[in-house]
């Protein structure tokens, strides 16, 4: 079995050269469906004060749009390799647009909820077809920092959302946007990326075997449940930053979005350093060690009540930017920790399966310990998901077999 070390990854199929347009275009895909993870967050005290729900009741706007990836990550896995990447990538993104306008038009919170789950649905067969897109149109010598580069998708999706959803008007009008954006990606992909080669052809998989030989491996399931933990983290910081901010720092809505937007923008920061990290040799195992320590650390501070004021914008800054080399590291890693090169999307999907998990998780736990206890409460969450992931990343193989 191929060993976890992301520089190996000679077993995937490589590209002649590294098509950089496409990689541009499958970025810009990933950035506007990040864009429908951020506008919820945005948009919850506007939502709070026109549905009148409270603040457990809102997380669902938040973690109906992941859910669906808990359960869909494998099937979305099978599906792009039946299919081919490119098409349900494009497939994704048509059903990412179609449920954002839908959304928009709505004024019933049960229908917001339900076309938050279609675009669930959408978000999960990009997640997974994208890094398939890449792994074919990528150099073996550039995949690490390519991934690191495709990994920094969900921050600044987040971020420009974070910022501009205040100055769009409404959340309505946010949803549009986000529904446009991503109507765009889709349209150009065609232009850009080629489709995978004779897929009609690939020796047809047996999925109880495949998944069987994903999980003896253990390898993927450990990198799975490596991801569940950092979401975990990121998201019980990163879901309700704004409304934090506003409670505990005394800001207003858009100095909220605005200080929210560069703190998650600090992601890519993270994103880009593991990619050179990986490039020259740390094993995966190590940096997700001490990247997992660090962002428990660090979010411990951003909770606890004796944490002064002015330094809870520093700390949440830390956080995000240290955190953002777990899931470049991960999707890095994932090509290499996967038994057969066939295997590939399956194992990606069943990452992103634990990625999902943390993602619903995180703001439902979240919001039930800050409606029980207070701001503070989630210090413990944060330490305990920081410890689980260090001890998952030192399971990991560092050398082949």
């Known amino acids: 079995m191929s060993a976890i070390k992301p520089a190996a990854l000679e077993a995937a199929p490589s590209a002649p050269a590294t098509q950089w347009i496409a990689v541009a275009n499958v970025l810009l895909a990933g950035i506007s469906a990040a864009l429908h993870v951020g506008k919820a967050t945005i948009a919850l005290p506007e939502l709070q004060r026109e549905f009148g729900r409270s603040l457990e009741s809102l997380s669902w706007v938040i973690s109906a749009f992941p859910f669906i990836g808990v359960f869909g990550g494998i099937a979305a896995g099978l599906l792009v390799r039946r299919w081919g990447d490119r098409r349900l990538l494009l497939l994704g993104l048509l059903i990412i647009s179609v449920a954002s306008f839908a959304g928009a038009a709505l004024h019933d919170f049960a229908g917001l909820i339900a076309t938050r789950f279609i675009e669930g649905i959408g978000f999960v067969i990009v997640v997974v077809a994208s890094p398939a897109v890449l792994n074919r149109l990528v150099e073996p010598q550039q995949r690490n920092l390519v991934f690191g580069i495709w990994s920094t998708f969900m921050p600044a999706g987040i971020a420009l959302s974070l910022f501009f959803g205040p100055h769009l008007g409404s959340w309505q009008q946010s949803w549009f946007a986000g529904g446009a954006l991503t109507l765009l990606s889709a349209l150009l992909l065609p232009l850009t990326t080629r489709n995978p080669a004779a897929f009609s052809s690939a020796v047809p998989l047996q999925l109880r075997r495949a998944l069987t030989d994903l999980l003896r491996a253990r390898q993927p399931l450990l990198l799975a449940l490596i991801f569940t933990a950092y979401n975990l983290q990121f998201f019980a910081v990163m879901s309700f930053l704004p409304i934090f901010l506003m409670q505990r720092v005394g800001l207003s809505l858009a100095a909220a979005g605005s200080v929210s937007a560069v703190i998650v923008a600090a992601n890519i920061i993270?994103?880009?350093?593991a990619g050179l990290l990986l490039s020259r040799g740390i094993p995966a195992r190590s940096l997700l060690a001490a990247t997992s320590l660090m962002m428990g650390l660090s979010g411990v501070g951003i909770f606890l009540s004796a944490?002064?004021?002015a330094l809870l914008i520093p700390l949440c800054f830390l956080f995000c930017a240290i955190s953002g080399m777990l899931p470049a590291t991960l999707l890095a890693a994932t090509p290499a920790a996967t038994p057969e090169p066939s295997l590939v999307p399956l194992s990606?999907?069943?990452?992103?399966?634990g990625n999902y998990l943390g993602q619903v998780i995180g703001p439902l736990v979240l919001s039930a310990i800050v409606a029980y206890a207070g701001w503070?409460?989630?210090?413990?969450?944060?330490?305990?998901a920081a410890a689980l992931a260090t001890t998952l990343a030192l399971l990991l193989k560092t050398g082949r077999r």
Do not use: D, K, R
Request: glycine fraction near 14%; avoid cysteine; aromatic fraction near 0%.
């Open 270 to 273: 993270g994103n880009l350093s």
């Open 307 to 309: 944490t002064p004021v």
């Open 348 to 353: 990606l999907g069943l990452v992103m399966q």
């Open 376 to 384: 503070t409460a989630p210090a413990g969450l944060l330490l305990a």
